[in-house]
């Protein structure tokens, strides 16, 4: 018993194709990820490797998958969606439950990434763009900066930005069309009374809790867009295996 090639195939082009497009697609977000820089507790080169290992085998097992009809390789991509569609909701469900742990697993990140703001440009750029685009300095304000040693007040310091706060943390001169990137500098010197004159005094674990709710349907309907997404891909992989399975089954002998 066993099965000929047939050349006359009736498995359906249209879900073939879509979904070797799908996962360019989905190859091409996934790659995105990459750009994400260091982590508490793991190394960016790490980080990046895991991504590359996820972001290469579910290419692989869908694009040939659907160019070779290949079942076994359409049902362990279907599979490992599936499974991360899950594991996406779990993390969601945990993350509202357990909101004190969160919250402290987001500080002891932000603060270890105080630590080494100066050691990665990709982490500054990071950083910066968090505290500016919420307007927020360090992760409980602005003295969260004296874990780093550059910008440490203690009198073993010899730094230029000692008692300072990155640019970041400035408050904006809509006079200036260029940015000062010293304006920092000295600032935690003054009376904390004057600080909001010139800096954000606002923590970003708290900036980012006053976002959320004011933005919850726009956090919802990227959640439900990506939901679909994989969705869509799964229909796609199992509709794809329904017609080579047909297909087969009507030239077995």
């Known amino acids: 018993m066993h099965y000929y090639r047939y050349s006359n195939a009736k498995v359906s082009c249209w879900y073939k194709y879509l979904l070797f497009s799908y996962n360019i697609v989905f190859w091409g977000v996934l790659s995105d990820l990459t750009k994400v820089t260091r982590m508490h507790g793991i190394d960016p080169v790490v980080l990046v490797l895991m991504v590359g290992v996820v972001m290469f085998t579910l290419g692989f097992a869908g694009c040939v998958g659907a160019l070779r009809e290949n079942i076994c390789l359409l049902n362990f991509f279907c599979g490992t969606i599936v499974l991360i569609f899950f594991l996406e909701l779990a993390v969601a469900v945990l993350a509202f439950l357990f909101q004190d742990w969160v919250r402290d697993r987001?500080?002891?990140?932000?603060?270890?990434?105080?630590?080494?703001?100066?050691?990665?440009?990709?982490?500054?750029?990071?950083?910066?763009?968090?505290?500016?685009?919420?307007?927020?300095?360090?992760?409980?304000?602005?003295?969260?900066?004296?874990?780093?040693?550059?910008?440490?007040?203690?009198?073993?310091?010899?730094?230029?930005?000692?008692?300072?706060?990155?640019?970041?943390?400035?408050?904006?001169?809509?006079?200036?069309?260029?940015?000062?990137?010293?304006?920092?500098y000295d600032v935690r010197i003054q009376l904390k009374s004057k600080w909001d004159e010139s800096i954000f005094t606002k923590g970003c674990i708290q900036a980012l809790e006053s976002w959320l709710p004011r933005n919850i349907y726009i956090v919802a309907g990227v959640f439900i867009a990506i939901s679909l997404l994989q969705i869509f891909g799964i229909f796609l992989a199992r509709t794809l295996i329904s017609d080579i399975e047909a297909v087969k089954a009507g030239h077995h002998f």
């Open 106 to 184: 987001f500080r002891e990140f932000f603060e270890s990434n105080i630590k080494s703001y100066r050691d990665d440009i990709d982490l500054q750029n990071l950083i910066d763009s968090l505290q500016k685009a919420n307007q927020c300095c360090g992760a409980y304000g602005p003295e969260d900066w004296d874990l780093n040693v550059y910008f440490n007040c203690s009198g073993a310091s010899y730094s230029r930005e000692k008692c300072g706060v990155p640019f970041s943390c400035c408050v904006p001169d809509p006079a200036q069309k260029v940015v000062n990137t010293q304006c920092g």
